[in-house]
C-alpha cells in the first residue's frame, strides 16, 4: 500500500505541475479489510506494535483526505490479472472489465474474404 501511495502522490503531483488540478482524494481499491483498518485507524493497539513507517506514511495521507481506501471484493480486484496465476474463468471476467479482447480469436462477423461487395 505504501508504494502504491507514493506512486499516485507522485501522479497528483505531475498533474499539478501540468497544471491539471484534482482536488478529490485518489482512490487507491483494497480487498484487504485488516491492512484498510489499521491504515485509517490513528489509533495503536498492542497487535499493531510491529507496524513500520510505511503505515504511518498511509495514515497520513488518509487522514489529510489525499488517499481513500474504498473496500473492493476480491473477485473484483482487477489488478489481480497483472499480479497473480488465475483460471481461465477469472481471467477472462478480468480482461473483459478491461476492455481487452483477443485479436485472434474469431469473430462472429465473418471474414472479410467472405464479403459479397
Known amino acids: 500500500m505504501a508504494s502504491t501511495a507514493s506512486e499516485l502522490t507522485w501522479i497528483k503531483q505531475l498533474l499539478a505541475d501540468l497544471k491539471i488540478a484534482h482536488e478529490e482524494p485518489m482512490k487507491m ?13 490513528p489509533v495503536f493497539h498492542e497487535r499493531t506494535k510491529h507496524i513500520e513507517v510505511d503505515c504511518h506514511f498511509i495514515r497520513e495521507k488518509i487522514q489529510a483526505k489525499d488517499i481513500e481506501t474504498p473496500y473492493v471484493k476480491s473477485k473484483d480486484q482487477l489488478a489481480d490479472i497483472f499480479t497473480k496465476g488465475l483460471s481461465i474463468k477469472a481471467f477472462e471476467n478480468i480482461s473483459c472489465k478491461l476492455g481487452l479482447y483477443d485479436i485472434y480469436k474469431p469473430s462472429l462477423r465473418g471474414s ?6
Open 112 to 117: 472479410v474474404e467472405n464479403n459479397d461487395n
Open 29 to 41: 481499491f483494497c480487498d484487504n479489510q485488516a491492512a484498510r483498518h489499521i491504515a485509517a485507524n
